[in-house]
């Protein structure tokens, strides 16, 4: 069976980014208690500070022309920049509003909201097995969270309305890479969107509680759990289908209770360990089909 070597990095690129997301909770766990109280929004606005400066750096350094690449970018990095800010706000907000799992059974229907928006916007047939490992993969995560589901009050449901802007984000941040990556080097999005969510929640922010160790971690965060990981499925979406990007991404759900367990002795529920058996199984069935059907295609073509 011949494998596609760009296919086959552009995958290992996007199993990195989320796990790199995943340690988010491990890492914030080791905040000062008074920062994780009530410093929500300082959070936030760090967060997305510390990954506009490493996506900027790598652009101003590497690359040797930060104003170029935002130029070159235009329209469409701007608007990629709205998507990564919302997405970067809206978990954290829907966070102080309803529970976490709340939060993650809204953000379980992004796959499938990003195959309905690829299938209208890019016109991309989207194979059955595709559409089954999209129903699998959205029961395991309810499967994984709804024994912990709770709608207690209107500010629970707030919450979920406000996450569910995640996933719709995400979706059209998505198919616009899709349809404009091979074009134009939408890297720089990451950077304007980190630039426009510090900016956001900075007057939320103040006045700054946050202990230098916290800085550290922050840093921590913004570099490597935020501004790297979304550098890199930038970088896989240009060789991976939308809704392959979107999948694999659930892996953030899935590794977040492991290093809860690992890191912090947190022991996940029977049901979580059955609803990530369930996501993990449909990841890997749909890309063991998709590459067979590439195989297949090759032979044929060649």
Do not use: Y
Request: aromatic residues 6%; glycine residues 10%; charged residues 10%.
């Amino acid at each position: 069976m011949k494998h596609d070597p760009a296919h086959r990095r552009a995958l290992i690129l996007m199993i990195i980014a989320p796990t790199l997301w995943s340690i988010a909770g491990v890492v914030t766990r080791n905040l000062s208690p008074e920062l994780q109280a009530h410093g929500r929004f300082e959070i936030t606005f760090w967060r997305s500070l510390f990954a506009a400066v490493f996506v900027g750096g790598f652009l101003a350094l590497v690359r040797r022309n930060l104003a170029g690449a935002l130029r070159r970018a235009g329209v469409a990095g701007i608007v990629s920049g709205c998507m990564w800010a919302t997405m970067f706000i809206c978990f954290m907000l829907a966070l102080t509003l309803t529970s976490t799992a709340n939060t993650l059974i809204v953000l379980a229907v992004a796959p499938l909201l990003t195959t309905l928006l690829a299938w209208i916007v890019l016109q991309a047939p989207i194979p059955g097995r595709t559409w089954t490992a999209v129903a699998i993969a959205m029961a395991g995560i309810v499967w994984m969270f709804a024994g912990s589901l709770r709608i207690e009050s209107p500010a629970s449901v707030l919450g979920m309305l406000i996450a569910f802007g995640a996933p719709l984000a995400s979706a059209i941040n998505v198919v616009l890479l899709k349809k404009r990556g091979h074009a134009v080097d939408l890297i720089p999005a990451v950077f304007i969107g980190g630039l426009i969510s510090s900016g956001l929640m900075l007057p939320l922010a103040l006045p700054f509680i946050a202990r230098p160790l916290d800085l550290l971690l922050l840093a921590v965060l913004g570099f490597f759990q935020l501004g790297l990981p979304c550098m890199l499925l930038v970088i896989a979406a240009r060789r991976l289908s939308a809704t392959e990007v979107a999948l694999l991404a659930l892996l953030e759900v899935l590794l977040g209770p492991l290093w809860a367990w690992l890191g912090a002795g947190e022991e996940p529920a029977t049901t979580t360990l059955i609803g990530g058996a369930l996501v993990l199984g449909a990841l890997v069935l749909n890309e063991l089909a998709g590459t067979r059907a590439r195989a297949i295609a090759g032979a044929r073509s060649g």
